[in-house]
């Protein structure tokens, strides 16, 4: 028996969103008596963070503190609507239209203090603190608040905006077949190590270091997050998770989580991320999405590495010992390939 | 049917409830005593949800017998934070972002509570054989470890 150490490469191109229907999404701001605002959207939080980001992307466009913003989602009751939380389009896609929303929100409140200060709306400024000054003026102040109390009481004015994103449908050429699916792309390169047993066919993760260029990373705390759980959902469809082992028979498929294999706090291994931030220039404040495109890198570079270890070029998801066995098997035994 | 008596301590407190013969840990808590912090995932002993601790040793509240917790004393998370104050791994888990969705968080918990309880400065191994019965979906699990490496550092040095 050995174990044989190899070593696998994947580069990815992945657009951010999808092309049917334009992928719209929709939000709503609106300010409430109290100076704060509420943000309504029916897109879903799984736990990525999605009502994070699009509330910081609603306090900074409204220049109020994130404090003052509460993001009301999660019902297509109440909110306007959305696409859904996939392809990783949640904070371009749902935060452009936040911003959009934002945006609109903006220009009441600036005007409704405008009336109260008796300015121009032009010669006014928000200080990121919950207050609106005159520019170069700043004690020539009002609070949010006081503006929201103004325009629902004394005014008659909804302080609120409404936003949608919608890119232009992009439609099939019938001579070539191109299209354009998305406007915004993130890229990944990911290193991955692994060591393959000969004897049991297993594969056992070493290492990875990936790096991912996401636009702008309006929460690098989030974003981090989404890349190491990403890259563990990488392995588990690399090496573990599968209803339908035999495709297309059926039988044998999971029935329950012991057999249906995903890899343990034990399977997992060091990565290593770098994070690159390049603005995108129609994402909000330059941000792509970090959600589905971060398990993706992870599955061609275990393969690669596979077959940089013992010679097998595996094609079938996922590369359980008995692929990996079959394979050494009819090739006459493992083949270690050249290391760079 | 006849319900059967029961009594134990939940989280400090004596409860008394009836129960069908046969009744799981589970059930018991979540429906009879209103505590939903042990989570229903699977059912079956595979996914480490429901856990909780009793006396002090951790077990898969879904293949608990109700009846056999008779005079024994029950934690679950909902006993964790003191008063307004997190429990210090509550507070690593928020700080280390090992809750994405949170639905394995109540399991995650409480496994890292028992080991702590008993080992209270473990190494990185311990602590992934402490959680593996336990499924995360979200995380990739090294948030989760690092959290209870975190809050194990935490409690040495206070």
């Known amino acids: ?340 | 049917m006849s319900k059967i008596p029961l009594q134990f301590r939940h989280n400090g407190r004596d409860v008394a409830i009836f129960v069908d013969g046969g009744t799981n840990l589970l059930v018991a808590l979540r429906e009879l005593i209103g505590d939903m912090t042990p989570k229903f995932g699977c059912g079956q002993g595979g996914c480490g949800t429901c856990s909780v601790l009793i006396d002090g040793e951790l077990h898969l509240s879904c293949l608990t017998l109700a009846e056999t917790v008779a005079g024994r004393s029950i934690e679950t998370l909902d006993g964790m934070k003191q008063g307004p104050n997190l429990h210090p791994l509550q507070r690593a888990f928020a700080d280390n972002f090992a809750a994405q969705c949170g639905y394995c968080t109540p399991g995650m918990l409480m496994a890292a509570k028992a080991l702590l309880d008993r080992n209270p400065s473990p190494s990185r191994e311990e602590v992934v054989e402490a959680i593996s019965g336990n499924i995360c979906r979200c995380t990739g699990y090294e948030p989760i470890v690092n959290a209870i490496l975190a809050a194990a550092g935490g409690r040495a040095s206070a």
């Not at chain 1, 306090?59 to 019902?75: F, I, K, M, R, S």
């Not at chain 1, 390049?278 to 330059?286: I, N, Q, S, Y």
């Open chain 1, 1 to 340: 028996m050995t174990r044989h150490r190899g070593r696998g490469m994947a580069s990815i191109n992945y657009p951010i969103g999808m092309n049917l229907g334009g992928d719209p999404s929709q939000a709503l701001v609106h300010s409430n008596p109290s100076g704060k605002f509420t943000v309504a959207l029916s897109s879903i939080d799984l736990g990525q963070g999605m009502k994070s980001v699009t509330r910081q992307i609603c306090a900074e466009t409204l220049g109020v503190p994130v404090e003052d913003v509460y993001v009301d989602t999660a019902d297509s009751d109440t909110g306007p609507h959305c696409m859904g939380s996939f392809a990783s389009r949640g904070t371009h896609r749902v935060g452009n239209a936040v911003m959009a929303a934002a945006r609109e929100a903006r220009g009441v409140m600036m005007e409704a203090a405008a009336e109260e200060l008796e300015v121009n709306a032009s010669d006014l400024d928000t200080d990121g603190r919950g207050n609106i000054h005159v520019k170069g003026a700043p004690h020539r102040s009002i609070s949010t608040k006081d503006v929201a109390i103004a325009a629902q009481f004394k005014q008659g004015k909804t302080i609120s905006g409404r936003g949608i994103f919608l890119v232009p449908l992009s439609n099939v050429d019938p001579e070539t077949g191109e299209m354009s699916p998305a406007t915004c792309y993130a890229h990944a390169c990911l290193v991955a190590e692994v060591d393959v047993d000969d004897e049991t066919g297993e594969v056992a993760m070493v290492r990875m270091d990936s790096a991912y260029e996401l636009g702008r990373a309006l929460n690098p705390r989030l974003v981090e997050q989404q890349l190491v759980g990403g890259a563990w959902m990488g392995i588990s469809h690399a090496l573990y998770e599968t209803p339908e082992p035999y495709y297309p028979d059926p039988v044998h498929g999971p029935r329950d989580f012991v057999e249906y294999l995903m890899p343990g706090p034990g399977d997992i291994c060091p990565h290593d991320i770098a994070v690159l931030e390049r603005p995108a220039p129609d994402g909000p404040f330059g941000a792509k999405g970090p959600g589905e495109m971060c398990a993706n890198p992870v599955l061609p570079a275990v393969a690669n590495a596979i077959f940089n270890a013992v010679g097998v070029r595996i094609d079938d998801l996922p590369i359980t010992p008995e692929k990996v066995l079959r394979a050494i098997k009819a090739q006459g035994g493992a083949r270690p390939q050249s290391r760079r």
